[in-house]
């Protein structure tokens, strides 16, 4: 074991701590190795539990004696709390705790703010909280608490924020953390060189996360001890965070959490209303179940940062770049939670091999609920922008889109100066979209349609391509598992990350089985709980498969080496000449003398195999991206300016694919995001109130099954052994990258006037159309 100081590659400015890595105890599997079990397409293991209800979820949980919690929030968009009179509140029958600033004014909280602020800095910020026998009942008091505020001025966008005179959010000014420039080259001496230089301004929105089991826990506080169930993507960061906050030693608060209804990334931090439930329950004495409804949901859980991209690319005739430049101002929300902001400018500094990049990014604050990692953060926003703008820069030289990108291949990573451990990756990406969508045929038959219709004023086609590299889906250390092997042959599998709804399970299983040579429904899977798993990382940055999985699958070398080393005197031979071959201990090279694990595990019953595994390092002087291409076509009605995306094809590196059916999951559930992203998904706020219209699913727009188009995934089984042993690599977020920017590409294809604003809602289209054929002389 190494105690080592590493970066955090998923900041914007590289930030540093010390970290844990262990040596690599599991063998890599060799690229062309032969599986039983990995790499078949196997359902979900948990499915017959969720499917039927069983499963449970944090809004599942009830105990004896259960209490109902809500929270009352701020409708000012800035304030400062002159006063808090819950008397009457507390006068309601069954009402059973009160927590407000009243009584719970010394709690850190965010950064340097407390749990209750005595100023609350966006509509929908927590100013006490309830608990009672019903939902009902807890709602009727919340109106009875009588609030005095202070309205103070409030701003509502990044760039309004940043302005003289601006009103000052938090005492330190609206800047939220340090300012990011970084350079590479001499940008000015790269755009002299450049033949064609195009200066553009790409804006993204506020998208809300939208999970389908909105945030919330249940939590019991015994005299010696706390127990959370919370819909968390990190149960031992919440564990850490609530026993800080509420100072006690981390031993006595376990967590636990068997499912979720997806995260996004916006349930990998502790958030408020969990130390809200804890404190109702240790007030009240009996366990609280605290769940936010929709509205609370998308006002103070989080959503993506709305960012404001000002591109410069510099070219020379033949395509090659000779200069990237972008500033980026990114609002964060009331507050930076997790310490961070998400990291805009990381594709312009890698995607394209380029010697001369400048990047910028600011982060600001605003008087709306906070930012928080959503979904490939950082990277989604950025490449919209960088995408749209290589797509411009093809048109301004009469370059096709593709043709452009290959011609600035990067195959390593500029950044560090090294190279990645899948050098092709991009590039097979790009010829696996090429030839399935048939891009070059495609697209010049779609020009031809669109040129024609277009004519006619009626629905126009266009096609759009877009690539993308992510800093996600590599695992790191650390992290660990335990694989035990019953008297029956059976195992068990323990371990302490998550499954927040991506398939981990089956494919963690997966891994087990075939490194014990056993079927999978011989593998049971213990996971979530902080009481009795080992420790693992936040379940974010499509890490978990890469981090845990190598764990689990030195645990199950582990194992079987004992198991050997048990069975050897049995059969009189050296435990190395020893082989598992579906469930049987057999001696190499003679099939027919062996024992099963059962016999084996039978005869040194009681004893239990107790194998143990670790997440090893990741390779040094390498980088591990994952990579990945989508091309899009689309349907645009000029009359309506209505979008139909018809069709997009989609291809992805995740290294070895350990499970086919999740990885096609996987890409389909972000494309479908993605899809939201480019075309309906915007929180929509009033910035002369500071007040969010739609923070519901009626009003906030995302995908349904008739939005959907035909999605096709194309395989790509690239084993990557320098990543880890298993040669797999994170999926669950980059596919979400490349589809708004090859999605709009499409429509600006179609139209044949560029919209740089996301999403193209039907105005947008229609100013888009409006601004073109006025520039043309009339329509």
């Given amino acids: 074991m190494n105690v080592v100081r590493v970066d955090r590659e998923q900041t914007a400015k590289g930030d540093e701590k010390y970290t844990v890595v262990e040596r690599n105890t599991g063998a890599a599997w060799p690229r062309d190795r032969g599986f039983q079990v990995v790499g078949k397409p196997l359902p979900r293991v948990e499915g017959d539990l969720k499917v039927t209800g069983k499963a449970q979820y944090a809004y599942d949980v009830r105990l004896p004696g259960q209490l109902y919690a809500r929270v009352l929030r701020s409708p000012h968009p800035h304030a400062r709390i002159v006063r808090i009179d ?18 719970a004014a010394d709690i850190l909280w965010f950064k340097d703010t407390e749990l209750f602020s005595s100023v609350v800095r966006y509509i929908g910020e927590e100013v006490a909280a309830v608990a009672a026998d019903s939902e009902e009942i807890a709602d009727d008091a919340l109106r009875l608490i009588e609030v005095e505020y202070e309205p103070l001025p409030f701003v509502m966008e990044a760039s309004a924020a940043l302005r003289p005179g601006a009103p000052k959010i938090h005492q330190d000014g609206n800047i939220a953390g340090e300012v990011q420039e970084q350079e590479r080259g001499d940008v000015a001496a790269g755009f002299a060189q450049a033949d064609v230089v195009i200066e553009r301004e790409y804006v993204t929105q506020a998208a809300l996360h939208n999970c389908l089991e909105p945030h919330g826990c249940t939590a019991a506080w015994e005299p010696d001890r706390l127990t959370i169930w919370d819909s968390t993507q990190s149960i031992f960061d919440v564990r ?55 509205e609370a949901e998308n006002l103070a859980a989080g959503n993506r ?3 404001r991209q000002k591109v410069r690319a510099g070219a020379k005739r033949d395509g090659t770049l000779t200069a990237i430049e972008v500033e980026a101002i990114q609002s964060v929300g009331a507050y930076m939670v997790g310490g961070e902001a998400a990291n805009v400018v990381g594709p312009y500094r890698t995607l394209y091999r380029c010697p001369n990049v400048r990047t910028k990014q600011t982060p600001v604050y605003i008087n709306a609920g906070p930012t928080v990692a959503f979904r490939a953060p ?18 301004t030289l009469g370059i096709d889109p593709l043709a452009l990108r290959l011609k600035n291949y990067a195959d390593r990573d500029q950044d560090e100066d090294q190279p990645y451990t899948a050098p092709d990756g991009l590039r097979r990406c790009y010829e696996a979209v090429d030839e399935a969508f048939g891009w070059q045929k495609q697209a010049r038959q779609a020009r031809a349609k669109a040129g024609a219709r277009r004519a006619t004023g009626a629905k126009v086609r266009g096609v759009g391509f877009a690539g993308h590299d992510w800093i996600g889906g590599a695992g790191h250390p650390p992290g660990y598992a335990w694989v035990k092997l019953n008297a029956d042959g059976s195992v068990d599998i323990v371990a302490g990350t998550h499954d927040i709804g991506t398939g981990s399970r089956i494919g963690l299983t997966q891994i087990a089985a075939e490194e014990l040579s056993i079927p999978v429904e011989q593998v049971g899977l213990h996971l979530g709980d902080t009481a009795y798993g080992p ?34 005197p049995m059969l009189e031979v050296d435990p190395d000449d020893l082989e598992l071959h579906h469930g049987q201990v057999r001696v190499k090279g003679q099939p027919s003398r062996g024992l099963s694990i059962a016999t084996v ?49 989609a291809a992805h590196d995740c290294g070895r694919i350990i499970n086919p059916m999740m990885v096609e999951s996987q890409v389909i559930g972000a494309v479908t995001q993605g899809l939201g992203f480019a075309l309906t998904e915007e929180r929509i706020v009033d910035e002369r109130r500071g007040v969010v219209l ?20 194309v395989p790509l089984d690239m084993p990557d052994p320098e990543a880890n042993p298993t040669g797999a690599k994170g999926i669950g977020e980059s596919p979400l990258i490349p589809t708004a920017p090859a999605i709009v590409n499409a429509v600006c294809d179609a139209l044949g006037v560029r919209i740089r604003e996301t999403p193209l809602t039907r105005s947008r289209v229609l100013r888009a159309l409006a601004e073109r054929d006025s520039a043309q002389g009339g329509a």
């Avoid at 069954?94 to 009243?102: F, L, T």
């Avoid at 749209?388 to 048109?395: F, I, P, R, V, Y």
């Avoid at 019953?605 to 989508?630: C, E, L, V, W, Y």
């Fill in 601 to 649: 595990m039978e005869k040194i019953d009681p004893h239990m195999i107790q194998g143990q595994g670790s997440r090893g390092p990741n390779p040094d002087g390498k980088t591990i991206h994952t990579f990945g291409a989508q091309a899009a076509e689309v349907e645009v009605d000029t009359e309506t300016g209505e979008v139909t995306v018809l069709r997009i094809v």
């Fill in 378 to 395: 950082g990277y989604v926003e950025g490449a919209f922008g960088l995408e749209s703008a290589m797509d411009e820069l093809a048109q």
């Fill in 535 to 568: 420790y693992a990382p936040v379940s974010s940055g499509s890490a978990t498969q890469a981090t845990i999985g190598p764990a689990i699958q030195a645990a199950a070398l582990d194992a079987k080496a004992q198991l050997f080393k048990a069975a050897g």
């Fill in 694 to 713: 739609n923070a519901n699913l009626e009003e906030y727009k995302v995908p349904t099954v008739l939005d959907i188009p035909h999605v096709t995934t």
């Fill in 86 to 103: 819950t008397t009457r509140a507390e006068a309601v029958t069954g009402v059973r705790a009160i927590v407000s600033r009243n009584n």
């Fill in 240 to 294: 850490q965070e609530v026993a800080r906050r509420l100072g006690l030693p981390e031993h006595r608060v376990r967590v636990v959490k068997q499912f979720m209804g997806g995260g996004f990334g916006s349930k990998q931090i502790a958030w408020k209303h969990t130390a809200l439930a804890a404190l109702l329950s240790k007030q009240s004495g009996r366990p609280v179940q605290l769940m936010l409804d929709r």
């Fill in 305 to 307: 940062n709305p960012t």
